[in-house]
């Protein structure tokens, strides 16, 4: 997938908290969003997923050289943000068949690849309400990496996760990322020292 921003705002009230973006993000690259705490890094990454309409300018999404309808997107997305509640009602095996439902696996994975993959299989057949932040936020990334999308969207990805959860999501980029556009907004830098290209927010202010 390829991402065009021409002169892209949005203005909540009368106060805008982006203005004049106007950016290309390429298929197979991967991009940091950078900026403090508050300076409108989920609100670009919302518009870049589709979930939310700029008040000023045009964000355009391609498929190799077709537009994408915008009711389309979220076909070819996965997504992980802090904000984004997973079903605390199922089980960890009933989450990830539920997920296998609306998105398929990268590589033809199935359930039990993932749950392995987690390292969590003793917890299983365990609520998601009953797990630590730091469970729930690695089933959060392990669901949206190895999702089968073109477009991977993560917003501060190593919250609540410790040194060794840090480690595991770096292995898992490593692993599940190679050839798809890849969009991390954080100001962390173990989160998006791989990516090849910086945006800083505050250019856009």
Known sequence: MRIELDSVGKRYRMEWILRGISLRFEAGKKYAITGPNGSGKSTL??????????SKGKARHF??????DHTHIYRHLSYAAPYIELIEELTLWEALQFHLRFKPLIRQMDASEVLSLLNLSKARNKAIRDFSSGMK????????????????????????LDKEGIAWYQNLIRDFSSGRLLIVASNVDVDFDFCEERVDILEYK
């Open 45 to 54: 990454l919302r518009i870049l997923s589709g979930h939310l309409t700029p």
């Open 63 to 68: 498929l190799g050289n077709q537009v994408l």
């Open 137 to 160: 936020q690695r089933l959060k990334l392990a669901l949206a990496i190895c999702s089968d999308t073109s477009l991977l969207l993560l917003d501060e990805p190593t919250t609540n």
